[in-house]
Each structure stands twice: as structure tokens, then as C-alpha cells.
């Protein structure tokens, strides 16, 4: 996983949260140019590109297209191009409205099904690349939104249970 992360008390490597596509690419090419870039990437951004950068879909899409043409043109330490996993965005839509009228500053986070149109057209169009479907994985079971984000938040930031869940997903499809 491309992440700047410490070891958190129980052993578990945490990746340091609020990072954009933008420094996934920053971090794509510094591994890259230091030939530690692995076979299997898993890249899990991309509400921050709407949070904290503001950028429109189509900003996002450049963004996301720069990481892969990146990745694509990259050798990893087997000597290929690594094989990506984009996981898409899920975002409780009540509160994160909710949280959009309490603070009008912040994006409207019900937009961010455009995002998921854009990792899927991006990845469509690379062979190296897959969609973690975390938004349907969601979506597909009523139990789990309550157990996934924190409560009186922002509709996006995960509990322990959410984490959990997100890993147990993304390692299914990795197979």
C-alpha cells in the first residue's frame, strides 16, 4: 500500500489519513525512482480530492490518469508493471448532508458517485488496473452503514468495525 504509516499499539501498520491522488503520485514516482515500488498496489484515495482540494470530477480524473499512465510505465520489484486496485469511495449520504448544512464550507459529499464514474472509466482504460467496489460492497448489505462510519461525524471517516470491513473486502478481491 502507498502510504506514509507507523505501527500502532497493537502491531497493526496504519496509513496516515487526509492524503490526496496528488500525493499518491508524488509517492508513486518516489518509490518508483528507488526501484521499491511492489508487484500489487492498493490505492485508496480520493475523497480528500474533494474535501480538502475542492477539485472537480474532471480535475479528479486528470489526477487519477496521472497516477495510472505513472504506474503503468513503472517496473516494480518484479521487474513489471504493477498490477493496481483502486478502492472506490462510500459515503453515508444522510449525514454526510447533514454535515454539509451544519458546515456550508464543506463539499456536498452526495456528488461523490461522479468520483466513482471516474475511477471506473480510468481503470476501464488501463489493463493494469481493477475497481475495489467497497461502494457496492456497502450498499449491498443494510447492516453494515451503521457500523462503518463514525457516528456525529462526517459520513466519511471509518470505525474500527468500517476498517475492518474495507480490509476484508479489498482482501477478497485480491484473492
Known amino acids: 500500500m502507498l502510504c506514509q504509516s507507523s505501527v500502532n499499539s497493537s502491531g497493526v501498520r496504519v496509513c496516515w489519513k487526509g492524503r490526496t491522488t496528488e500525493w499518491t503520485l508524488e509517492q508513486v514516482a518516489a518509490l518508483g525512482k528507488r526501484g521499491l515500488l511492489p508487484p500489487r498496489v492498493v490505492i485508496a484515495t480520493g475523497t480528500n480530492d474533494m474535501w480538502v482540494d475542492d477539485a472537480s470530477p474532471a480535475e479528479f480524473e486528470s489526477r487519477v490518469r496521472k ?4 504506474l503503468a510505465s513503472a517496473t516494480s520489484t518484479d521487474g513489471e508493471p504493477p498490477q493496481v486496485w483502486w478502492v ?3 459515503i453515508d449520504k ?3 448532508a447533514w454535515n454539509h ?3 456550508p464550507r464543506d463539499p456536498d459529499m452526495a456528488e461523490y458517485e461522479t468520483y466513482n464514474d471516474v475511477l471506473s472509466r480510468a481503470c476501464t482504460a ?3 488496473c481493477q475497481v475495489v467496489d467497497w461502494h457496492s460492497a456497502v450498499d449491498s448489505d443494510a447492516s453494515l452503514p451503521p457500523l462503518i462510519v463514525e457516528p456525529d461525524l462526517d459520513g466519511v471517516h471509518m470505525t474500527m468495525a468500517g476498517a ?3 480490509a476484508r473486502v479489498i482482501v ?3 484473492g
Open 172 to 174: 477478497e478481491v485480491l
Open 88 to 90: 472506490n469511495l462510500w
Open 126 to 128: 488501463t489493463t493494469n
Open 94 to 96: 444522510a449525514m454526510a
Open 164 to 166: 475492518r470491513e474495507r
Open 67 to 70: 497516477v495510472l499512465d505513472s
Open 101 to 103: 448544512e451544519r458546515e
